[in-house]
């Protein structure tokens, strides 16, 4: 069955980092765009980044910008989210999903706290 497995997530200091990971298994990776939202307590999901299925292109909200990436690694199934100079206002549990031909999947979601 399909499964997105995200890792990575925990509690870090405000100008930290953490690199987070999402393994995928059960549909063909390759042909799924590859995407990390985030969900803060009593807000929106929001789209953090998006990388395209070969890995060329790329997108990011405008408040991660210069300090977020986003990378697959399509060998392994797996997309990344390297976090740096993290702040109180990324806190956040983080989602990966994928887009693919007729199909949208989501994973379960990794808990990052950005606290001093």
């Known amino acids: 069955q399909v499964q997105l497995v995200e890792s990575g997530g925990g509690l870090v200091q405000p100008g930290g980092s953490l690199r987070l990971a999402c393994a995928a298994s059960g549909f063909t990776f390759t042909r799924y765009a590859m995407s990390w939202y985030r969900q803060a307590p009593g807000k929106e999901r929001e789209l953090v980044a998006m990388i395209s299925s070969a890995g060329r292109n790329t997108n990011y909200a405008d408040s991660v910008k210069g300090r977020f990436t986003i990378s697959r690694d399509n060998t392994k199934s797996t997309v990344y989210l390297q976090m740096n100079s993290l702040k109180p206002d990324d806190t956040a549990v983080y989602f990966c999903?994928?887009?693919?031909?007729?199909?949208?999947?989501w994973g379960q979601g990794t808990q990052v706290t950005v606290s001093s």
């Open positions: 999903s994928a887009v693919g031909p007729g199909n949208n999947y």
